[in-house]
């Protein structure tokens, strides 16, 4: 799997938005970006992936490069509940193996 | 969607003891299961696939004689902390696969 690099740590203002840089500079051409989160004492929980194109959901959106070699999380409206570790990941889809976590980035959101 | 069950959340048992930790797929086969391990303000660190009706396969560094692992179904995979040591304590969450990765809610074992 491709490695990737996020910032440790991040704050934003509950109600903005919060964009989480992720950058994966190896990223071969059949590998997916993948993000997780991990709210304290849970287990993680898939947010959205894509490959090249931007991806939309209910949760957040997924803008990537047009060179693949970053990409960038955005949760539209943060709430306090969006206190979490982000996990940013780039891995081949239906691969059969485990996913590897990096250390992610810890976002917290302030009233 | 599909959806991993993880039980116990929490379990807390004397050192020496041994402590069961089941993961289930309810609404899907897995015949691929990770298992997962977290200590604290560390991100997760894979200690082994579960294959069904196969030995699971360890990360380097993982016992296999302590942590055993059985997946005997399809929508169950098991992890037993034998002979359990203060050292043990930590976060173990399961996964599996189905398209996607779905994980448990994670158990937090204490070993007094």
């Known amino acids: 799997d491709a490695k990737t690099t996020q910032p440790p740590s991040m704050d934003c203002a509950e109600g903005r938005a919060a964009n989480l840089p992720c950058n994966h500079s190896t990223i071969s051409g059949n590998e997916y970006v993948y993000w997780y989160r991990q709210i304290h004492s849970q287990g993680p929980q898939y947010i959205i992936h894509g490959l090249k194109n931007n991806e939309t959901n209910e949760m957040a959106s997924l803008i990537i490069t047009e060179d693949r070699k970053s990409s960038t999380l955005i949760l539209p409206h943060a709430t306090l509940r969006d206190t979490a570790v982000y996990y940013c990941?780039?891995?081949?889809?239906?691969?059969?193996?485990?996913?590897?976590f990096g250390k992610g980035t810890s976002l917290l959101v302030t009233p | 969607g599909a959806v991993v069950s993880q039980h116990p959340s929490r379990v807390i048992c004397k050192s020496g003891t041994s402590v069961k930790i089941e993961c289930r797929s309810l609404?899907?086969?897995?015949?691929?299961m990770f298992w997962y391990r977290q200590f604290p303000k560390q991100s997760l660190m894979l200690m082994a696939t579960s294959n069904e009706g196969s030995k699971a396969t360890y990360e380097q560094g993982v016992e296999k004689d302590k942590f055993l692992i059985n997946h005997a179904s399809l929508t169950l995979s098991t992890l037993t902390v034998t002979s359990a040591h203060p050292e043990d304590s930590s976060f173990y969450i399961c996964s599996a696969s189905l398209g996607g990765y779905t994980f448990g809610s994670g158990t937090r074992l204490t070993v007094v």
């Open positions: 990941i780039v891995r081949q889809t239906n691969s059969g193996y485990a996913l590897n």
């Open positions: 609404d899907f086969q897995a015949t691929t």
